[in-house]
């Protein structure tokens, strides 16, 4: 993947985008980081991803960055399809990676300690 093409799916976009970016990834992100978890060593960044961009202290643009990227994760379809393990996922790490490094400031010890808790449950469930 190259930057123009990682920087074109992390587009936050209109508020409506947002919106149904939002419902998508509350809707599929668990469901699918418990399926891929043991897969995927981005799954505590994931997480801590999904609870920044749940938190309503995250700016508008960073929360639209991340739904992006974490939209992207949930797609049933990608550049580089999951179901080739080892490298099916790097793209979302890409993807996820150019997401994290654009919202550093944003991003808390507090989303990685509930990613962290969250994680323990779904290894249990």
Same mark, same amino acid.
């Given at each position: !993947? *190259?930057?123009? &093409? $990682?920087?074109? $799916?992390?587009? +936050?976009?209109?508020?409506?985008?947002?919106?149904?970016? %939002?419902?998508?990834?509350?809707? &599929?992100?668990?469901? &699918?980081?418990?399926?891929? !978890?043991?897969?995927? +060593?981005? =799954?505590? *960044? =994931?997480?801590?991803?999904?609870?920044?961009?749940?938190?309503?202290?995250?700016?508008?643009? #960073?929360?639209? @960055?991340?739904?992006?990227?974490?939209?992207?994760? @949930?797609? +049933?379809?990608?550049?580089? +399809?999951?179901?080739?393990?080892?490298?099916?996922?790097?793209?979302? $790490? =890409?993807?996820?990676?150019?997401?994290?490094?654009?919202?550093?400031?944003?991003?808390?010890?507090?989303?990685? %300690?509930? #990613?962290? =808790? #969250? $994680? %323990?449950?779904?290894?249990? %469930?």
């Amino acid at each position: !993947m *190259d930057d123009v &093409k $990682i920087g074109e $799916i992390l587009l +936050p976009g209109e508020p409506d985008t947002q919106e149904k970016r %939002e419902h998508d990834v509350r809707a &599929k992100f668990w469901p &699918k980081l418990k399926r891929v !978890m043991s897969k995927v +060593p981005f =799954a505590r *960044d =994931a997480a801590a991803a999904y609870y920044c961009a749940m938190d309503r202290e995250t700016p508008l643009r #960073a929360k639209g @960055i991340l739904l992006a990227a974490l939209g992207y994760f @949930i797609l +049933p379809v990608d550049v580089v +399809p999951d179901i080739f393990v080892v490298v099916g996922f790097t793209d979302d $790490i =890409a993807v996820l990676t150019a997401a994290l490094a654009m919202i550093r400031a944003h991003i808390k010890m507090e989303h990685y %300690e509930a #990613a962290d =808790a #969250a $994680i %323990e449950r779904l290894k249990t %469930e």
